[in-house]
């Protein structure tokens, strides 16, 4: 069975007849995309970030404060000990 067999020479968006449901649609040219982004936008934003700040924001510092430990601890430990090499000539 060919592709255009199945389709009967019609395109992809009008593949089915919907009866009964009507659709309103805009015309993409008349729709504006940043109608409030900035009255609206950045007050949302803020306001979100204050609601989630108590639960993102601890265990990003936990993490932190973790890997700034290991990483100091690593320094340390690959660091030679000048005492070892005091007798070396």
Do not use: C, W
Request: proline share 6%; glycine share 6%; hydrophobic share 40%.
């Amino acid at each position: 069975m060919r592709l255009t067999n199945a389709l009967n020479g019609q395109h992809f968006g009008n593949l089915a007849k919907v009866h009964g449901i009507v659709t309103y649609k805009i015309s993409p040219f008349e729709q504006r995309a940043f109608a409030g982004a900035i009255s609206q936008g950045v007050p949302n934003i803020f306001r979100r970030i204050r609601s989630n700040i108590f639960t993102v924001a601890p265990p990003f510092i936990i993490g932190y404060l973790i890997y700034n430990l290991v990483e100091a601890e690593h320094h340390h430990l690959s660091r030679k000990n000048p005492a070892e090499f005091a007798n070396d000539e």
